[in-house]
């Protein structure tokens, strides 16, 4: 494997996925304050993304042949979109605790 395929195989599926790279030009002062922002927001979309997936994970093993009927997780692209997939299914086809789970995966979105 490649360098450059490396580097893309790490863009889409590793720890840079759903990442992008921004220059900007800042006064040497400031530089701090732009790096601890990038870092928060890069720790902001990790966490949320881990709370996406317990979330899912709790639905489905509370919910899963109840709610996933014909549904195929493994198809979707991203975790946004198993998530808001398996929330509308829980807002469909649960009980009222599945309800309130799904309205909340989708109020975090």
Do not use: C, F, W
């Not at 590793?14 to 220059?23: F, H, K, T």
């Not at 922002?37 to 709370?51: E, G, L």
């Not at 996933?68 to 998530?83: A, E, H, Q, V, Y």
């Amino acid at each position: 494997m490649t360098v450059q395929q490396r580097i893309k195989k790490y863009r889409q599926s590793g720890g840079a996925a759903d990442l992008v790279r921004v220059e900007v030009l800042v006064p040497v002062e400031r530089r701090a304050d732009i790096l601890a922002s990038a870092a928060a927001m890069r720790s902001k979309h990790r966490n949320d993304k881990v709370r996406q997936q317990q979330q899912i994970d709790e639905a489905l093993a509370r919910y899963g042949a109840r709610i996933l009927d014909n549904i195929d997780l493994d198809r979707l692209p991203d975790l946004g979109s198993k998530t808001r997939v398996v929330a509308n299914a829980l807002i469909e086809r649960g009980d009222a605790r599945a309800y309130a789970l799904g309205r909340r995966m989708l109020s975090e979105l």
